[in-house]
């Protein structure tokens, strides 16, 4: 009997880890806002880090979260780091490409809770008095991944909130 458990449980840990190895292995997360301000002003709160505790969904989330700045003030090469509790865990951003106006391109590495290097994307595109902000996160999904992306509804479910609480307060930050 208690053989036929084992078989039974071995069985579904198997089909379990068959399931989850064929989860997607790349993901992509993007979430697009309107913003009534020049984009001149809505490119440069987010080509500087130091300005991002306006605006980032997850500043406020560890008021005694501790950051290092390093690289050039803004723009290509300019770095932040963090580190803090258990909601924004620790980790590094490294602007790579800077192109005013249109584009940011960032290495986002996460250190804990888990590691994981992602990139991230803004695109700004000008409308008449606004200008259109996209914000774009790509990476690998590992087994681990895989596993909470399917337990936990996918990236685009972990993630795509924060983008657009970040990107509802970057339209209120930029319009003050």
Not at 79 to 89: E, F, L
Not at 95 to 121: C, D, V
Request: proline letters at 6%; a neutral charge.
């Amino acid at each position: 009997m208690l053989t036929k458990i084992l078989i039974g449980v071995l069985c579904a840990a198997g089909a379990l880890a068959a399931v989850v190895a064929m989860q997607p292995a790349q993901f992509e997360v993007t979430r697009k806002a309107r913003i009534a301000a020049p984009p001149e002003k809505v490119f440069a709160m987010v080509n500087d880090f130091h300005r991002w505790e306006a605006w980032s969904p997850w500043e406020k989330l560890d008021p005694a979260m501790k950051k290092t700045f390093s690289g050039p003030e803004a723009g290509a090469g300019a770095s932040y780091a963090w580190v803090g509790n258990s909601d924004v865990g620790e980790g590094r951003m490294t602007i790579t490409e800077s192109h005013p106006q249109q584009h940011i391109r960032i290495r986002l590495e996460f250190l804990k809770p888990f590691a994981a290097t992602n990139q991230t994307e803004f695109r700004f595109t000008p409308a008449a008095n606004e200008v259109e902000v996209s914000w774009t996160m790509t990476g690998e999904n590992n087994f681990i991944s895989k596993a909470f992306c399917l337990f936990l509804g996918g990236m685009d479910k972990m993630i795509g909130p924060d983008f657009e609480k970040g990107l509802t307060q970057l339209r209120t930050a930029a319009a003050s």
